[in-house]
């Protein structure tokens, strides 16, 4: 009895006299996958199961030997299954059943793929079918495929092998245009190689020509294009948003033991990128390359409306042999020129410019890519810079700057924001790879730098932008020289909304990645001797602060207190005049600031009194008066300027509304709400007079000045009158009407509290 052992106690292998060999798999890993079981060997075949688990994969593996040879079955299912490649590489949902027979004669192979959210690197699909066929060299391949990640498509396939030949077809479409092979392509194998006879594809609208070479020690590609859609691009690189056509001729070749060797001619007619807020200039590009044993070179030449607006040229050389073409190009020395002259939309419009004219930049270009020496200057004139994000706009934007080695310094930039406003900087612009960034230090003078619904900010001081490949900082300590905030906005005022959801029937070729965001952090100090404005829930005020800024540029955290400096409440359409206020911001995104408010109003011989605490999104409003009155009665003076007992039942189901709003800290006020809505300091609804013809009736009614009233009532059937009130002192007024049936009428009210 022989046994050999894992080190551990496990039993891999056991051998006794006169018996079949028992192979023992505890666990067999591979990557995350594991497989456990038992094989038999019997001298010529194995027979056995092995269980296969982790990883997302779940099945088994069957050996068996029908006729004498080895077959291996695979019945596996796979759920987010994982694999060790290369860049991603998974299945969300699938299953892969297949067998192998190791005949001498010639293998036969016959398996079925499906998958759902299938991803080999750049390739992602959203299903995926594949079967075949191969017996002792000869076989079918079918295979089709459909996507949505960047643009729709589905293609389907048809491989016919021979043992030295491979006769494709198929047929498909992309963003709802057809995709045609206009015959067979012919793959015929060439010692290891396998050479594509020229083979037409109409892709998208356009038309590509493809043959070459292909094989372990020798590669050579020639592709001919016209009209091809620079869209379909999409179906690898989601985030490209190419627009325009591409029309050239591409050739490639690289064998062993010699230097890789190529030319590239192509013209793209309106290039365009697509941005989030912003929509970028056509330009027309004319591109010429070529790479030979020694040296790389390219040449383009750049257009817009019919007039050359930027020219390039570039050589990499010497070209160090013997290594991946890539790396020798990034790696040589790198002369190159660039002069341009127009609109920079499309080249800039990832980063929020909009009507941006560059005169230059006029640069010389050396070193190598990853750590390029750049000679030359940039000036930009009368450019506009707008970000969505903060409501920044700057117009009139001029500025100039010389290159010095990898780094662009930049001596003057002047700019205008708002009416009076300016901002001025200098600061650097670094372009090597490894610390590529912006560094700005700014002035700014009474400049409007935030302008979004719920804040806006009148800034001067000293500012420094950081931005690096991670992420950004703005920091500072600035005097808001006018500022506003606005109560109840905050939460709906999202310049880029990004909600926190749950995904149900994902497409299952969703890229999980997706795009990091870079955060954009802000580190400022912002003091308000006055002139801070605070508006909403009834408030027309005037502040001063002193708040600290922190967070994200897209989610700002505001610390700090605000003491109130003048300023009224409005409740009711009655203005209480302030006489305390503090606010404290506790920083919270978005914000809710703690309020602590006090107001007072004198009226019809009362002083009433109202203090708001509670947070900006749910205050809590507070009523007292002298003389002391009940809430209910302080209310119905507040709403309808007369006592409880005088108002009739609808008035009453109105103030019921609105004390139970005010009990609970919200709660249904439909009448209030329109109230608001409209902008009428009193809306009622009236009970039918029979006496003088006036069925249900609605009365609305506005301030005109603080003693001047106007209401005006219909019931919609005829009926409608109009009513005036001058309050002539706080106990006297007189009252006026005039109605649809004649009656006019004048009143002296008088009304005394004791």
Same mark, same amino acid.
């Given at each position: 009895?022989?046994?050999?052992? &894992? ?24 990557? @995350? ?11 010529? @075949? ?28 695979? +019945? ?6 994982? $694999? ?14 297949? *067998? ?20 080999? #690197?750049?390739?992602?699909?959203? !299903? ?27 293609? #389907? ?10 006769? /494709? ?31 037409? /594809? ?72 697509? *941005?989030?807020? /912003? ?5 027309? /590009? ?8 020694? !040296? ?34 990034? &790696? =040589?020395?790198?002369?190159? !020129? ?128 950081? $931005? ?56 400022? #100090? ?37 003491? +109130? ?5 409005? $409740? ?129 009614? #506005? ?20 009513? =005036? ?30």
């Amino acid at each position: 009895l022989w046994i050999l052992e &894992d080190g551990k106690g496990g039993r891999l292998i056991r051998l006794t006299p006169g018996q079949p060999g028992r192979i023992g798999v505890e666990a067999l890993e591979v990557a @995350a996958h594991r497989a456990s079981g038992e094989l038999v060997s019997n001298g010529l @075949a194995l027979d056995g199961l092995l269980r296969i688990s982790g990883g997302g994969l779940l099945g088994t593996l069957r050996f068996d030997r029908p006729d004498q040879f080895q077959r291996i079955t695979a +019945m596996l299912a796979a759920a987010d299954a994982r $694999f060790a490649f290369d860049g991603p590489n998974y299945i969300r949902r699938g299953t892969i059943e297949g *067998s192998v027979e190791l005949d001498p004669a010639g293998a036969v192979l016959t398996g079925t793929l499906k998958a759902q959210g299938f991803r080999r #690197k750049l390739l992602a699909l959203a !299903q995926l079918e594949a079967s075949g066929t191969l017996r002792r060299g000869l076989g079918r391949l079918t295979v089709s495929a459909a996507g949505s990640r960047g643009r729709a498509f589905d293609v #389907k396939g048809v491989a016919d092998l021979q043992p030295n030949r491979v006769v /494709l077809t198929g047929t498909g479409t992309v963003d709802r245009r057809p995709i045609r092979i206009d015959r067979p392509a012919v793959l015929s194998r060439e010692g290891e190689a396998y050479r594509l006879a020229p083979t037409a /594809l109409e892709l998208g609208g356009g038309r590509v020509t493809l043959g070459g070479l292909f094989g372990p020690l020798e590669t050579a590609i020639d592709a001919e294009f016209a009209a091809l859609p620079l869209a379909v691009l999409d179906v690898v690189r989601p985030d490209l948003g190419l627009g325009g056509t591409a029309t050239g001729r591409v050739r490639y070749r690289a064998a062993a033991g010699l230097p890789p060797s190529g030319t590239a001619d192509v013209n793209v007619r309106r290039l365009t990128r697509a *941005s989030y807020a /912003l929509a970028a200039k056509p330009l027309d /590009l004319a591109i010429k390359a070529g790479l030979n044993g020694s !040296q790389a070179a390219l040449r383009a030449i750049a257009a817009a409306d019919g007039r050359v607006i930027g020219r390039v040229q570039a050589r990499l050389a010497p070209l160090s042999p013997g290594r991946d073409p890539l790396e020798q190009m990034l &790696d =040589a020395p790198l002369f190159a !020129q660039l002069r341009y002259a127009g609109p920079a939309d499309t080249l800039w419009r990832l980063t929020g410019v909009r009507q941006f004219d560059l005169a230059g930049p006029a640069a010389d270009i050396g070193g190598r890519i990853a750590a390029p020496v750049i000679r030359g200057s940039v000036r930009v004139t009368n450019a506009r810079l707008e970000s969505p994000v903060s409501g920044t706009v700057l117009t009139a934007l001029n500025a100039s700057g010389r290159f010095d080695g990898s780094r662009l310094l930049l001596d003057r930039v002047n700019a205008r924001t708002g009416a009076t406003g300016t901002v001025s900087a200098t600061g650097t612009v670094e372009f090597g790879t490894a610390d590529r960034g912006i560094d700005l230090r700014v002035t700014a003078r009474d400049a409007e730098l935030i302008n979004r619904d719920e804040i806006g900010a009148t800034v001067s001081g000293p500012l420094r932008i950081q $931005f690096t490949q991670s992420g950004g900082t703005i920091a500072g300590n600035v005097t808001l020289v006018r500022s506003r905030y606005r109560f109840g906005r905050a939460r709906y005022a999202v310049p880029i909304p990004r909600l926190k959801v749950t995904d149900r029937n994902l497409p299952v070729d969703f890229d999980e990645t997706g795009r990091v965001l870079v955060p954009i952090k802000l580190q400022l #100090k912002a003091s308000a001797p006055n002139r801070l404005a605070v508006q909403g829930l009834g408030l027309t005020s005037e502040w001063q602060a002193e708040l600290d800024l922190g967070g994200t540029l897209e989610a700002p955290l505001i610390t700090g207190t605000a003491t +109130m400096l003048q300023g009224t409440y409005e $409740f009711a359409g009655r203005d209480f005049r302030l006489d305390r206020g503090v606010i404290r911001f506790n920083g919270l995104s978005p914000p809710d600031p703690i309020v602590d408010m006090t107001a007072s109003a004198n009226m019809q011989g009362l002083s009433a009194t109202v203090r708001v605490t509670g947070t900006a999104t749910r205050p809590e409003p507070q009523f007292t008066s002298v003389p002391s009155l009940p809430t209910e009665e302080l209310l119905a003076r507040l709403l309808f300027g007369s006592s409880l007992t005088d108002l009739s039942a609808p008035e009453a189901l109105q103030l019921t509304s609105a004390v139970t709003a005010l009990q609970s800290g919200g709660g249904l006020d439909p009448i209030n709400s329109l109230r608001r809505a409209v902008g009428l300091d009193r809306l009622r609804i009236l009970s039918p007079d029979l006496t003088i013809g006036q069925r249900t009736a609605i009365a609305a009614g #506005k301030y005109l000045t603080r003693s001047a009233y106007l209401e005006i009532i219909t019931d919609g059937q005829g009926y409608s009158a109009s009513r =005036a009130e001058f309050q002539l002192t706080r106990w006297l007024s007189v009252l006026s009407t005039v109605s649809t049936i004649g009656r006019h009428s004048a009143t002296l009210r008088v009304a005394r509290d004791y």
